[in-house]
């Protein structure tokens, strides 16, 4: 019977560990996802650091596992555009970055990439 119990017990927390990774963020991916944004913007795109008031790393769970998208993401919000945010990730068979989405489709999207 106790055998039984140790073995349920090291399954259960062997799930809880699974589960503790998977959804926790890595906070390096996190800062380095925000470099690879910033680096597009400034050396890709010509924007100037100026340009930019915030960039934010994200991690979303929900992503974990797909092939196509990174689940970790980056939200810009552009000092000419305070109230509009531009999300960001990486391509993983290309490692480029891609703008995902914006927040705001109503507004003028001076940002909006094609």
């Known amino acids: 019977m106790k055998k039984l119990i140790f073995i349920i017990l090291t399954i259960i927390l062997i799930i809880l560990g699974i589960i503790y990774l998977t959804l926790t963020p890595d906070q390096d991916q996190i800062h380095l996802t925000e470099d690879k944004v910033e680096n597009y913007l400034l050396n890709q795109k010509n924007y100037k650091?100026?340009?930019?008031?915030?960039?934010?790393?994200?991690y979303n769970a929900k992503d974990v596992g797909n092939?196509?998208?990174?689940?970790?993401?980056?939200?810009?919000?552009?000092?000419d555009e305070p109230n509009v945010t531009y999300?960001?990730?990486?391509?993983?068979?290309?490692?480029?970055?891609?703008?995902?989405?914006?927040?705001?489709?109503?507004?003028?999207n001076f940002h909006a990439e094609e």
């Open 49 to 58: 650091k100026s340009d930019i008031k915030s960039i934010i790393g994200n």
């Open 67 to 79: 092939p196509a998208i990174s689940a970790y993401t980056a939200d810009v919000v552009f000092k």
């Open 87 to 108: 999300s960001y990730f990486i391509e993983q068979e290309t490692d480029q970055v891609v703008q995902g989405g914006i927040s705001s489709p109503k507004d003028n």
